[in-house]
């Protein structure tokens, strides 16, 4: 696989107003990239955009909102003739109690995390292919993609489906010459991993967590994952058999009284 820097690229980074997406922003600027980010916080993205105001073009937008996408894609289309990379980081996290069922929490969650990265790329995927510097498409899924972990219905369940939707959409768009990486992060220190409230595994700052995203997107992988030990935790339970899993999981419930 070619190894192609992340360097004087026109980048769409969206979910930049926090966390990963802002540092993964702030590192593009650095290394030259000319930036478009987009979150729904216009005040933390118009900061961002004052530390660099030649490089980085500002696009408000609720991925959520099934009428983002017209917005999205007129507004793109204002600011730049082609997109080289589309870094789909936008996400949100909340977790089931399944002694108080709530279907419309696993509907938020699936709305950002799927529709929404669906959404996003209808809004950019002509720019993409107007691009002469082997266009990119990066979506962030999750380690808990890997198999079902308590509480996770609503998260892990997106982040798989994330997983299904890039894999078949990396074939399709492999004749438009559109390549497609799919990353698998584990816990890195953010403020949405930060309302959560029990232990998390070799948990990685988020500095961390953007260098080796980079590492990954410049050499082309098709998935990119970390931290090491977790990520093989996860895939050994995920080959165990199936009633070994299933003890497995349960090991990991939380004893709620």
């Not at 000319?34 to 073009?57: F, G, H």
């Not at 002694?99 to 990265?117: A, F, H, K, P």
């Not at 948990?203 to 050499?219: C, F, Y």
Request: charged share 20%.
């Amino acid at each position: 696989m070619a190894h192609i820097p992340l360097e004087n690229r026109t980048v769409w980074i969206t979910g930049a107003s926090s966390g990963i997406g802002r540092s993964m922003a702030q590192k593009l600027i650095q290394s030259g990239n000319r930036l478009i980010i987009t979150a729904r916080n216009e005040t933390a993205l118009t900061a961002l955009k004052q530390s660099a105001p030649d490089q980085v073009e500002v696009v408000v937008a609720d991925i959520a909102d099934s009428n983002s996408i017209a917005h999205m894609r007129e507004s793109l289309r204002a600011l730049t003739d082609h997109i080289d990379t589309v870094i789909l980081n936008a996400g949100t996290c909340e977790y089931l109690d399944v002694s108080n069922y709530d279907t419309d929490l696993v509907e938020r969650v699936i709305q950002v995390n799927l529709l929404g990265m669906s959404r996003c790329i209808q809004a950019s995927l002509e720019l993409l292919k107007s691009s002469s510097k082997h266009p990119h498409i990066v979506g962030v899924s999750s380690a808990a993609a890997l198999t079902g972990l308590p509480r996770a219905e609503a998260y892990g369940a997106s982040k798989a489906a994330v997983v299904s939707f890039l894999e078949s959409l990396g074939l399709d768009l492999n004749r438009y010459g559109v390549d497609v990486s799919i990353i698998y992060p584990g816990f890195v220190e953010t403020p949405l991993t930060d309302r959560n409230d029990f232990s998390m595994p070799f948990l990685m700052d988020v500095d961390t967590a953007v260098s080796l995203m980079i590492e990954g997107i410049e050499k082309r992988k098709i998935k990119i994952t970390f931290p090491r030990r977790l990520i093989w935790s996860l895939k050994l339970m995920a080959a165990l058999p199936e009633k070994l899993r299933f003890r497995a999981g349960l090991s990991m419930v939380r004893n709620t009284g």
